[in-house]
């Protein structure tokens, strides 16, 4: 079964302290891997496309990597309005997206 | 131009009852996909149409089923509601690349 992984489920860091964020998948035909943002009691907000391994895209203060069995999202001296649940999810080319559980960002000022 | 709306926001229903969700794509994207996210959870995918056609299907009862309309528009039903129905349900408008998500309707099942 196609499977998505994140870790952690949840990181606190300083304003201005970097991080990574994983997210891993079962491989089995990826046909296209996708960073969310979700605020609480809100929709996902669309980051990143991902579709090869070595691909790279950055927006701000958020970079996103992929090889080929997992991808990491890079923040870059966060800000406080950086805290959000960060998602990803992978098209494994059956019509639908399959999302992992989740980061919980928090970011201290 | 106008992202993707939902409606209502929040809904409170009552086991047993049904209840129609309503989703408009962004203009000129003809596919949507719902999906339902429970707290704490990413989303899970139901169903996508594209051209008023199912493509696709996700593991839930055949008490949830979806329907899209000429204009691209989609609603999603879902008969004798359970507790466990409540959830964020999401809908998303499909481009050449990606999908962007509505803001989602809050349905509580009491």
């Not at chain 2, 696709?56 to 507790?83: C, I, K, M, T």
Request: aromatic share 12%; proline share 6%; hydrophobic share 30%.
């Amino acid at each position: 079964e196609d499977q998505v992984t994140q870790s952690p489920e949840a990181l606190r860091l300083q304003e201005g302290e970097s991080s990574s964020l994983n997210c891993s998948y079962t491989v089995s035909g990826l046909r296209g891997l996708f960073w969310y943002r979700q605020d609480p009691g809100k929709g996902p907000e669309f980051l990143f496309t991902l579709y090869s391994a070595g691909e790279e895209k950055e927006k701000e203060r958020l970079k996103a990597t992929l090889t080929k069995k997992e991808s990491f999202l890079h923040i870059t001296a966060p800000k406080p309005e950086d805290s959000a649940t960060y998602l990803c999810a992978v098209d494994f080319g059956n019509e639908k997206l399959t999302f992992g559980t989740g980061t919980r960002l928090t970011i201290i000022p | 131009d106008a992202g993707v709306t939902q409606s209502p926001t929040h809904l409170i229903k009552t086991r047993g009852q049904q209840v129609t969700l309503r989703c408009s794509p962004i203009s000129g994207h003809k596919s949507v996909s719902w999906y339902q996210q429970v707290l704490g959870q990413g989303p899970q995918f139901i169903f996508q149409y594209y051209e008023k056609e199912e493509r696709g299907r996700g593991n839930f009862p055949d008490r949830f089923s979806a329907r899209q309309f000429p204009n691209y528009s989609s609603e999603l039903n879902v008969n004798a509601l359970l507790l466990g129905d409540s959830a964020l349900y999401l809908c998303a408008s499909t481009g050449p690349y990606e999908q962007y998500f509505g803001p989602g309707t809050r349905l509580t099942v009491t």
